[in-house]
């Protein structure tokens, strides 16, 4: 294809350089625009290390480390670049910062809001990165002056981080969920202890049991919540932040009263795993994807599932709405709206947060939910053993990852595939 078919009559077809979408034009790069200068081979610092790339932003404002930030990370590195928006590409040879792992790679990461950490300057932008090996480290990027290590040597859990949040609202406190089906709650001031952690018995309902730890001064973990007969494979907290999505690896979808640990509804995948989860930018709906390779959408408020949507033909690895979009008064027919018989409801407290005065079905205005599939790679949750070794970083590197087109096929409501290779940030290394 590099060099063109030859037509009947001798000559060459086209190759066209360009194409055109909804969501603007395409053009294709060539190799010198879109590679660093003395690349390094990167097959073999990821080859033991089948994280997928996660991507965190956070906007920190204004100042001398203020404005737009984008973290990702490949194999066992993490970089953190300014982020100019889709059409002006940021310098990949002068990231914010680079880091480069051994014994562990990360697998997860979060931004949390500025000023967020009590004993810390308002210009620290606290970034929580999360291990296979177990491991949470919280870093500055920016400024580089701060770093802590919690489960360092591996006492509280001994699995690969799946997923971590800062908690909205809730100043230092993150949660941090694990492959073993733990979910634990850590404050950023506290240290960890010097033993492993002791828990006793705090409440308990179908298909989770919560523990509070039992010490006399107060350490790491705060809390622990053992969730399903799998792993956890992310968490999401609700817009207005009292809520709490859970997906397992044993097909459920568990929703928690954040302050109460209170299970206020549940539902069932087709078949399979729940791999991703994400909820409306309203709070009326929850959506996940799994193995089963459908879209299930539940219903919040209805405590239900209201519509599985068909149409991959491949694990759902991520599902995210678009609020410029479609409108939920514009979906056209011939969606399956059959509920599921298997899901589960409960009593949940009063919603009287402003977040959750929702709009009727028919608003103009709403969002459009789009999923992300297509060269996923299968995960088991057995992790091999390596050895750990102190989680060390390079700062001063200025190379910067080379940028590789990404293949997607993004499905709206109608389920409707489109191409979405964005050529102006790529993010995944070839």
Sequence with gaps: MAGGMLDSGGGRDELKTQFMT?????HLMTLAEYSRPNRVGYANQAANCNAP??????????????????????????????????????????????????????TCHDFGPPGCLKNESADVIPLLVGFSGGQIQLIDPARKELSRLYNEERMIDKTRVSCLKWAPGRTDTFLVSHASG?????????????????????????????????????????????????PINEFVFSP?????AVVSQDGMLRVFHFDTMELVGSARSYFGGLLCVCWSPDGKYIVAGGEDDLVTVYSFHERRVVVRGQGHRSWVSVVSFDVYNLAYGEVPDGLDFS?????????????????????PLTDTQGPTLH??????????????????????????????VPKSPAHHSHHILTLSHQTAQSTQQRLSPQ
């Design 22 to 26: 909804r969501e603007g034009t395409y």
């Design 53 to 106: 790339v996660k991507v965190s932003f956070v906007n920190s404002g204004t100042g001398e480390n203020g404005g737009e930030k984008i973290a990702f990370n490949y194999g066992r590195e993490l970089f953190v670049y300014p982020y100019k928006g889709v059409r002006k590409a940021a310098d990949l040879t002068k990231p914010i910062d680079k880091r480069v792992y051994k014994g562990t790679c990360p």
């Design 182 to 230: 733990q979910l634990y709650t850590y404050q950023a001031d506290l240290e960890c202890g010097n033993l492993p952690p002791q828990f006793q018995f705090h409440k308990g309902g179908e298909g989770f049991t919560g523990y509070t730890c039992k010490t006399k001064a107060t350490k790491n973990p705060v809390y622990r919540c053992s969730i399903g007969a799998g």
């Design 240 to 244: 207005c932040g009292a809520y709490l």
């Design 339 to 359: 509920g599921s018989d298997d899901e589960g409801s409960c009593n949940p407290p009063a919603i009287n947060s402003p977040s959750t005065l929702h709009r």
């Design 371 to 400: 999923t992300h599939a297509g060269g996923i790679a299968r995960q088991t949750g057995r992790q091999p053993r390596t050895a750990l070794t102190e989680v060390t970083a390079t700062q001063g590197d200025q190379q910067a």
